[in-house]
């Protein structure tokens, strides 16, 4: 065979081989917001890529303020906070928002006593206590709760995320 023979000939075959090759866009979801979802959303978005691989998630776990702000700014196709938008950030938005529960989780309360004492508190005294009411560890509303348990005389230090956290929200 001639070298211009096999030169069409492979010429060809290459034109052949891109004209049916299949084509393997991807389309790209970016989104961003609470912290608190990223370890399931970033198995399901492994999971949904086994199923179409012509889909990628991209997701920053930069807190629900930074998600309520993103879906806000149109930066990103979905934003995840772990409280809803509030009515003046809804009207704020260039279309309509759906909320849509994803994951539950719950919060707790931790504290730091001298020999860890199991305390119980009910929640009018935890409201009590992060509006500023109840000031003291020995307040009578705590200490009734918890009977023979000494409480010390001492103030109580609220501390909570600065940032726009669905923690802090809770």
Request: proline letters at 7%; charged letters at 15%; hydrophobic letters at 40%.
């Given at each position: 065979?001639?070298?211009?023979?096999?030169?069409?000939?492979?010429?060809?075959?290459?034109?052949?081989?891109?004209?049916?090759?299949?084509?393997?866009?991807?389309?790209?979801?970016?989104?961003?917001?609470?912290?608190?979802?990223?370890?399931?959303?970033?198995?399901?978005?492994?999971?949904?890529?086994?199923?179409?691989?012509?889909?990628?998630?991209?997701?920053?776990?930069?807190?629900?303020?930074?998600?309520?702000?993103?879906?806000?700014?149109?930066?990103?196709?979905?934003?995840?906070s772990d409280?809803?938008?509030?009515?003046?950030?809804?009207?704020?938005?260039?279309?309509?928002?759906?909320?849509?529960?994803?994951?539950?989780?719950?919060?707790?309360?931790?504290?730091?006593?001298?020999?860890?004492?199991?305390?119980?508190?009910?929640?009018?005294?935890?409201?009590?206590?992060?509006?500023?009411?109840?000031?003291?560890?020995?307040?009578?509303?705590?200490?009734?709760?918890?009977?023979?348990?000494?409480?010390?005389?001492t103030e109580?230090?609220?501390?909570?995320?600065?940032?726009?956290?669905?923690?802090?929200?809770?």
């Open positions: 065979m001639k070298w211009s023979s096999l030169l069409k000939a492979s010429m060809g075959a290459l034109v052949a081989m891109v004209v049916t090759g299949k084509a393997s866009a991807q389309m790209l979801i970016n989104g961003a917001g609470a912290t608190f979802p990223y370890p399931i959303y970033s198995k399901w978005f492994d999971e949904y890529a086994q199923v179409d691989p012509s889909v990628r998630f991209n997701y920053q776990s930069i807190g629900s303020g930074g998600g309520q702000k993103q879906i806000l700014a149109q930066t990103v196709d979905f934003g995840a409280g809803p938008m509030s009515d003046e950030n809804l009207a704020k938005a260039p279309g309509k928002i759906l909320h849509i529960p994803t994951v539950a989780g719950a919060d707790v309360l931790t504290y730091n006593l001298p020999g860890s004492p199991k305390l119980k508190f009910d929640g009018p005294t935890i409201v009590d206590i992060f509006m500023g009411k109840i000031a003291k560890w020995n307040d009578p509303k705590i200490q009734a709760q918890n009977s023979g348990v000494k409480l010390p005389d109580i230090v609220v501390v909570h995320r600065s940032d726009g956290s669905g923690t802090t929200y809770i």
